[in-house]
């Protein structure tokens, strides 16, 4: 902040001829020369000597490098320099800092440029460090201006207007550059700059969407505003040559990382502290989840609850855990839990709606007979009836056979791969009517059915719950939103340069992605993680599991409409979850589809675009592992395949992650509902269950506590949220995609109108695909 007791250090300082300047020259040999900065010099017909401040390519700092930092070609700092006596290059560039002054001595001025520059409004957003601009246009570039006006500049939320001179007329306004410079003494101060908007003197407008953090002192060079593909810039070399430079350097700090073998690739960062300012959650954020995270331990230790090591002794008693975390669905839930058409109705629009298949035939490893379904379905139809008209479902846990099991606290944990057939009666009901704890049938391997014993009976649909604890939390959530989510975060970032369209498009749809994934692997799913601590499967079987699900991964799953199509599950009635997603997805779709035939225009220009297929080709490689089996393109060819890709990335960015990721702690409180882990082995004969043995099976009250408090802090968005379709970030200058923005919006407000409207019918409302309540990225 400047504060005007130091403006008089600063007049005394200017005394010293050049000493200002030496703050900002660089010791750097490689400041001395920069090839690629004369050609552009060349390009604009003429060559100055180099500023102090660093040159970087054109995108945001945040996106420079994992740490925060340019490559190290590009990161040597300014320092002091150890002899006051600035040299003859350092006078010219303190001249040049003040160019009105000497333009008016000289009587050459002759143009003027009208510019905005936007702080960013939230809290630190401001700098006190000198802030300078250049304006390179097509037929030259203005001389080095520092941007200050009387009082403070650059305070949050401001927009701060300056008048730039120029001695020659400039032509199109190509780039700007931003130089970040020392003020006085003070220690460098980062900037969070909005845009920067300019009037030309004929009264043409530029706009240059900027929306990152500027840290250190450097130059950032930003594009104007127009979303441009490579063939849109031919015959301009330095459009070329700049967007080309802001890709190689993003290559260079955005690498791969393998965090388990078998699993995704991610971003090679260690800790959380080597992430970038603008990948990091805002100030807000941070604070609200950290607050968050330590008020819902505190309650838990204050109960002694995290250091009782016994089993539950009454099931009333877990709903001690908290006295204030609690919601309408998880008291429904915990009054509700037991009934088998809830139990039905989680596949449907629980927390993991995306496993349930039609079944058109019994699995020969699944041998369940009319006699044993006989008093569920009725005496007016029989088991292959009700298959033929379509009426029965299947859930098969196949993928958990063989993967290794945790111990917590000395004591082993158990997990089963069961089969749980259901049937949809003809009121709309979905009960389960067969469950079968192992995939290989045998006198060891009961099927237990509804009429058995109320505990047998209760104790298998446990078994079946936990099982889909576990496919819910590393297969649909982790692997299908987070880990693709950061595939396409990071192969955007290292094939897309920022005035590319479809890095406008997306970019909004990876905030604090990378953030919250690599949250996640240092302190939910590595060793000594809460997955390690509270699930049966733990880090070794988290590995497996999400291994075998990379493996297996459909493109199709992906998509929506043909992974409802691909499950027979168009007709099943009561779907919440397909219903309100396929109205999500056709408005997403149309949104994409417009864009892209603004920009595209036809299929020739997708298939000659250089940087999207690249693009395309990383992900092919890194989310489906090269496997032409997958169905995944690993290159686009029409406008079509690219529209259904882009809905696909926005979607699971989204809707899809909102799907699966809000309602954790009101389907999880209830640990009877979602045990994340089991103490006993699966019963291997009927007729021997208890209470007791039920209680004695379930996880200890610590490891419950563990667990509740993670799903109840996962479950919650940390403040700072931006809802889908909120674009306060304009990337988009034109005026055609604002527009669509607004059309999109509008789609989704029709939607939110149509889900409250048939939700207050609802015993339970189904409210996880309400579009104001869906994030636009995957940020917790």
Not at 152 to 165: I, L, N, R
Not at 275 to 297: D, E, G, Q
Request: hydrophobic letters at 35%.
């Amino acid at each position: 902040m400047r504060l005007k007791v130091f403006w008089k250090v600063k007049e005394r300082w200017k005394r010293f001829e050049g000493a200002r300047r030496i703050l900002c020259a660089s010791n750097a040999p490689g400041a001395a020369y920069d090839a690629a900065r004369w050609e552009m010099e060349a390009f604009l017909r003429r060559r100055r000597p180099l500023n102090g401040a660093r040159r970087c390519s054109g995108f945001p700092a945040g996106f420079l490098g994992a740490q925060g930092r340019p490559p190290a070609s590009l990161e040597n700092r300014t320092h002091l320099q150890k002899e006051l006596q600035p040299t003859k290059d350092q006078e010219e560039s303190h001249c040049r800092r003040r160019p009105a002054e000497s333009s008016s001595e000289e009587g050459t001025l002759m143009a003027s440029y009208k510019v905005q520059v936007a702080t960013g409004t939230f809290w630190g957003s401001g700098t006190f460090d000198t802030v300078s601009i250049t304006l390179v246009g097509s037929r030259g570039s203005s001389p080095k201006q520092t941007l200050n006006n009387t009082g403070k500049d650059f305070a949050p939320g401001a927009v701060d207007e300056y008048k730039v001179p120029s001695d020659e007329e400039l032509g199109p306004i190509l780039l700007v550059q931003l130089h970040k410079e020392p003020y006085l003494f003070f220690p460098e101060d980062s900037w969070y700059c909005n845009f920067v908007q300019l009037v030309t003197p004929q009264g043409e407008t530029y706009r240059f969407p900027c929306y990152q953090w500027i840290e250190g002192y450097t130059t950032l060079e930003l594009r104007e505003g127009t979303a441009k593909l490579v063939c849109d810039d031919d015959g301009n070399q330095l459009l070329l040559h700049h967007r080309a430079e802001e890709v190689k350097v993003r290559q260079e700090a955005y690498r791969w990382a393998e965090f388990a073998p078998g699993m995704p690739h991610c971003l090679a960062v260690e800790n959380i502290e080597e992430l970038n300012t603008n990948v990091k959650f805002s100030f807000t954020k941070l604070s609200t989840f950290l607050l968050r995270s330590k008020l819902t331990l505190m309650e838990v230790k204050l109960k002694g609850f995290m250091d009782c090591q016994e089993s539950w002794k009454k099931m009333e008693d877990i709903r001690k855990v908290f006295w204030f975390n609690k919601t309408p669905v998880s008291e429904y839930v915990a009054d509700h839990w037991q009934e088998d058409a809830f139990f039905g109705s989680q596949y449907l629009n629980g927390v993991n709606p995306v496993v349930i298949k039609k079944c058109t035939q019994i699995p020969s490893n699944f041998p369940v007979t009319q006699e044993m379904v006989a008093a569920t379905l009725g005496a007016s139809t029989t088991l292959q009836e009700e298959i033929q008209k379509g009426n029965v479902y299947i859930v098969d846990y196949k993928i958990l056979q063989g993967i290794p099991t945790n111990t917590i606290q000395g004591q082993p944990q158990y997990m089963a791969d069961p089969l749980c057939l259901l049937y949809q009666t003809p009121s709309g009901e979905l009960l389960p009517i067969a469950i079968q704890l192992g995939q290989t049938p045998g006198p060891n391997n009961p099927i237990f059915l509804p009429s058995d014993s109320v505990w047998d009976w209760t104790l298998a649909k446990m078994w079946v719950r936990n099982a889909d604890f576990h496919v819910h939390q590393n297969i649909s959530h982790l692997l299908q939103t987070h880990l693709v989510a950061e595939v396409f975060a990071i192969c955007t970032l290292r094939h897309l340069p920022l005035c590319h369209p479809v890095f406008k498009l997306l970019i909004p749809h990876f905030r604090y992605t990378l953030q919250i994934n690599a949250l996640a692997r240092v302190r939910l799913i590595m060793e000594g993680g809460m997955m390690d601590l509270a699930t049966s499967a733990g880090y070794k079987g988290i590995v497996p599991i999400v291994g075998k699900g990379t493996y297996s991964m459909a493109y199709a799953s992906l998509c929506l409409p043909d992974d409802i199509e691909a499950r027979g599950v168009a007709s099943i009635a009561n779907y919440h979850y397909r219903d309100d997603g396929l109205k999500i997805w056709a408005a997403i779709e149309r949104f994409v589809a417009s864009l892209v035939r603004f920009y595209y225009k036809s299929d020739d220009r997708v298939q000659s675009d250089p940087e999207l297929q690249a693009w395309i080709r990383e992900i092919f490689k890194e989310a489906f592992k090269n496997r032409k089996t997958s169905g995944a393109p690993s290159s686009l060819e029409t406008m079509e395949e690219l529209t259904k890709f882009l809905t696909m990335v926005i979607f699971t960015c989204s809707a899809q992650h909102a799907a699966v990721n809000s309602g954790q702690y009101d389907y999880g409180a209830w640990i009877p509902n979602s045990p994340p882990s089991m103490r006993r082995p699966p019963p291997t004969k009927k007729g021997t269950e208890t209470l007791e043995t039920v209680l004695e099976t379930l996880p200890k009250v610590n490891t419950t506590c563990i667990a509740l408090c993670s799903l109840w802090l996962l479950s919650n968005e940390a403040g700072d949220t931006r809802p889908l379709g909120h674009y306060p970030d304009e990337h988009f200058t034109e005026d055609e995609p604002k527009r669509l923005i607004v059309d999109f919006q509008n789609d989704l407000a029709k939607i939110s109108e149509e889900i409250n409207e048939r939700n207050k019918s609802l015993p339970l409302p189904y409210n996880y695909l309400n579009p104001p309540q869906i994030e636009n990225s995957i940020s917790i």
